[in-house]
């Protein structure tokens, strides 16, 4: 199993801060992804455009898309389906996760690969409370040509991608975070997104009141 962290948009929404380096609970927001999603995969990377330095405090290969434009999460995972059949011969899945996602699973990977072996499938997406998260999934890497040809089509939803794979779809609980119930793909997107997941962080921080 080969994990890549997404870190390719524009982060927009972010003020034009890159989602991924802003502080949370005291380190880059993606450091805390790559805690939680490391022990689960062989081998990881990060899906990243512009200038790879500024991640270099990660030791981790930085792979850039292999698109021009930045054409979303779709060719990021191109990029790391590429980079994992090329660099990593022995792994037969790719497990990706958005670099925005702080919460995920401590058994994210297991269970969607459990899921992808049980129905026979070639990829499957997690979901919490009813609605798929696609761009957090376990893929086989045999799919590498047949999402290449996705995007040369014009296709840029993962979601849409996903459809046409028969995706198995993994349902995940919510979480306790400081208490409070979270979906565990509660999405960093906003600077009220952000204050919210530093605000969790920071009461489950607290030490238990006896």
């Known amino acids: 199993m080969t994990g890549v962290v997404i870190a390719g948009g ?4 972010m003020d034009h801060r890159e989602k991924a380096l802003v502080d949370l609970g005291g380190e880059p927001m993606i450091g805390r992804i790559i805690t939680r999603l490391r022990p689960q995969v062989g081998h990881l990377i990060i899906n990243a455009n512009g200038r790879p330095q500024r991640f270099a405090p990660f030791g981790l290969p930085v792979v850039a898309d292999q698109m021009e434009g930045r054409e979303g999460p779709l060719a990021g995972l ?9 660099e990593t011969p022995n792994a037969r899945f790719v497990a990706s996760v958005a670099a925005d996602t702080p919460f995920i699973p401590d058994d994210l990977v297991a269970r969607l690969r459990a899921a992808l072996e049980e129905a026979e499938a070639f990829s499957a997406i ?6 798929a998260t696609p761009i957090i999934g376990v ?3 045999a799919l590498a040509d047949a999402l290449a040809e996705h995007l040369a089509e014009g296709v840029r939803a993962v979601h849409s991608f996903a459809a046409a794979q028969g995706s198995v779809v993994v349902d995940f609980p919510f979480i306790d975070v400081g208490g409070e119930s979270v ?3 509660f999405n960093v997107n906003t600077p009220d997104d952000l204050a919210k997941a530093r605000a969790l962080l920071a009461r489950a921080a607290e030490p238990a009141r006896g």
């Open 139 to 141: 893929w086989s890497i």
């Open 78 to 86: 191109q990029a790391g389906l590429a980079w994992a059949r090329r």
């Open 183 to 185: 979906d565990p793909f």
């Open 10 to 13: 524009r982060s927009s929404r």
């Open 126 to 131: 997690a979901a919490s409370a009813g609605e």
